[in-house]
């Protein structure tokens, strides 16, 4: 079946630095959405990329998505406090009809101020 | 003004026990899911729900039924309780099977003892 893999598991950074977390599927997808998941909270959605190459921008974080739509990145400029907490992508295969998104096992990203 | 809501948002119950977990949404999306989030964050799909319709069913002991009475309930049920079935349960909602941000709830933090 279709995976997921997201590295790093953990990144610890100093406030103000930049982060970056990595997402590469094992199969073509349709589009590639990411989360984010704040301690003893739920997954809130993030944004959506659908077409390959496609960059999208949400103030300091930036998303891309592969050319060959199989990999993604997002990337914080600067981090906050606030950016505390668990980033996740999820895919769904290019195969269509109502799949659920697999999602990776996510990058914790710890702050240190 | 709750999107998506879960019932009981923590449950604590003896091996054995059957118990079941209420989910609503009201936005009006075609598809809810549930996951189980695992003591390592990770998310795993169990069940989606398209018009009433099992979509997806992963490999997810039959132990665990969701039952669906309308489009915006999916109530996922569970026998037999085990002490592996702890875990956080999410339900989610998405507009339709194939695109689209989901929405989760605040989830279930089961534990068995």
């Known amino acids: 079946g279709q995976q997921v893999m997201q590295i790093p598991q953990y990144q610890h950074v100093q406030e103000g630095e930049d982060f970056t977390t990595y997402c590469n599927s094992s199969?073509?997808?349709?589009?590639i959405q990411w989360y984010k998941q704040r301690p003893g909270g739920h997954p809130v959605f993030l944004i959506q990329?659908?077409?390959?190459?496609e960059v999208k921008k949400q103030k300091r974080l930036t998303f891309q998505f592969g050319e060959a739509k199989k990999n993604s990145s997002l990337h914080i400029t600067a981090t906050q406090t606030t950016d505390v907490g668990t980033y996740f992508c999820?895919?769904?295969?290019?195969?269509?009809?109502?799949?659920?998104?697999?999602f990776g096992k996510g990058t914790h990203l710890i702050i240190q101020p | 003004d709750t999107a998506v809501s879960q019932t009981p948002k923590y449950l604590v119950t003896q091996m054995g026990n059957d118990k079941s977990i209420k989910c609503e949404q009201n936005?009006?999306?075609?598809?809810m899911y549930w996951y189980k989030q695992d003591s390592k964050k990770f998310l795993k799909i169990m069940f989606s729900?398209?018009?009433?319709?099992?979509?997806i069913n992963e490999t997810v002991p039959n132990r665990f039924s969701p039952k669906s009475p309308d489009k915006a309930h999916l109530n996922l049920h569970i026998n037999s309780l085990e002490l592996g079935d702890s875990a956080v349960y999410f339900c989610?909602?998405?507009?339709?099977?194939?695109?689209?941000?989901?929405?989760f709830g605040s989830g279930t933090r089961l534990t068995v003892v």
């Open positions: 989610a909602s998405s507009r339709d099977g194939t695109g689209g941000g989901y929405t």
């Open positions: 199969t073509t997808l349709s589009n």
């Open positions: 990329l659908v077409k390959s190459g």
């Open positions: 999820a895919g769904k295969g290019s195969g269509g009809g109502a799949d659920g998104l697999t």
């Open positions: 936005l009006g999306h075609d598809t």
């Open positions: 729900y398209n018009n009433k319709e099992l979509i």
